[in-house]
């Protein structure tokens, strides 16, 4: 079941290799890890996006360096990259945040010549293209797709998955998730116990075969958002062409306000994030005194509302005549 979840990951995404893992964080570690590279090699990453692309860094026993998103939108700024790379940059993983997709080509063309991985972080973006129509999940060296329940394709439970058209990437991936082993009781490399359960794996193969129905039903929602929502204290992200949309992000400058308008009209909302990663806790000694003005922004006024493909006519409707009154 797993192996056949693996193979129809694969086709969707057209890439040529699939291996499931036992979550997305886990997905990013195994990823780095299988690169073998010198310990303190610095990866860069967003300053916008969940701990875990952090977190997976630093297990991996590499060097986290932050770069801002751009302005107004969810994915990392290519100028700002530019000015990051430098000798020790050994990986650089783009997060597809909200599943807007970032120009993965243009990060290829910085790089060209220089010995640089790129994983991308595509835990929010299931089946979202480039603005070329090329699939997410082969696009970069390495791919890596968490499947918790809430996102666009979800398991019951925890699960990930990575992709690659790399053999050797393939083969060491699927040690490092099997405790360093292909063949039970031969175990070349120090590995992890993250496989991917064969329940989750019957569940994502039957979920699957909806994923581009309820993609397309986001990308509505969104259009509907887009030319209705018409608020000057109400600001919207840009997404990419081919977005699908896990988070509809809008951005309210009195947001305290805008939340308590929100619990009295009986809308949901969520924060994705209330942080960035430098305002972490856990990373405050990591990035002292650095500054990510957009990320900063995001995190402070950013509002995610309601985008599940199951909404209503009604409900969306609702939606925006609420918004439009606030």
């Keep these: ?22 979550n997305g964080t886990d997905a ?3 990823a780095l890890k299988s690169l073998n590279l010198k310990k303190n090699s610095e990866v860069i990453i967003p300053a916008m996006t969940y701990c875990s692309t952090a977190f997976s860094v ?17 994915t990392i700024s290519i100028t700002d990259l530019k000015k990051k790379i430098n000798n020790k940059t050994k990986v650089i993983m783009p997060v597809h945040l909200y599943g807007s997709v970032i120009n993965i080509n243009e990060i290829k063309r910085l790089i060209r010549g220089k010995n640089i991985y790129i994983i991308d972080d ?21 791919s890596t797709f968490s499947l918790y329940p809430g996102k666009n394709l979800g398991a019951y439970g925890d699960a990930g998955v990575i992709t690659t058209n790399n ?4 083969t060491t991936i699927k040690k490092l998730r099997n405790l360093g082993s292909l063949v ?3 175990h070349d490399l120090v590995g992890m116990n993250s496989r991917l359960d064969s329940l989750q794996a019957i569940i994502l193969n039957h979920k699957l075969k909806h994923l581009s129905k309820f993609n ?3 990308r509505k929602i969104a259009s509907e958002y887009d030319n209705k929502i018409v608020n000057k204290k109400i600001e919207k992200l840009r997404y990419s062409k081919f977005s699908v949309y896990h988070q509809y992000v809008l951005i309210i400058k009195k947001r305290d306000k805008f939340i308590r308008y929100l619990k009295k009209s009986k809308i949901q909302y969520g924060f994705h994030y209330p942080f960035a990663i430098h305002q972490l806790e856990v990373f405050k000694k990591y990035f002292k005194r650095e500054k990510f003005p957009n990320s ?9 509302i309601p985008i599940d493909p199951n909404l209503s006519k009604k409900e969306i409707n609702y939606i925006i005549s609420k918004l439009n009154s606030f």
């Design 28 to 30: 990013l570690t195994i």
């Design 58 to 74: 630093i297990n991996a026993n590499l060097k986290p360096i932050l770069v801002d998103t751009e302005f107004m939108k969810s």
């Design 167 to 170: 053999k050797k990437f393939y």
């Design 122 to 142: 595509c835990a929010q973006a299931h089946g979202a293209k480039d603005d070329n129509g090329n699939r997410v999940g082969s696009l970069a060296d390495i």
């Design 216 to 218: 397309s039903k986001r």
């Design 184 to 186: 039970k009781f031969k």
């Design 1 to 22: 079941d797993v192996l056949s979840f693996e193979k129809n990951f694969s086709r969707f995404c057209n890439s040529k290799f699939s291996i499931g893992c036992a």
């Design 296 to 304: 900063e922004m995001l995190a402070k006024n950013g509002i995610s």
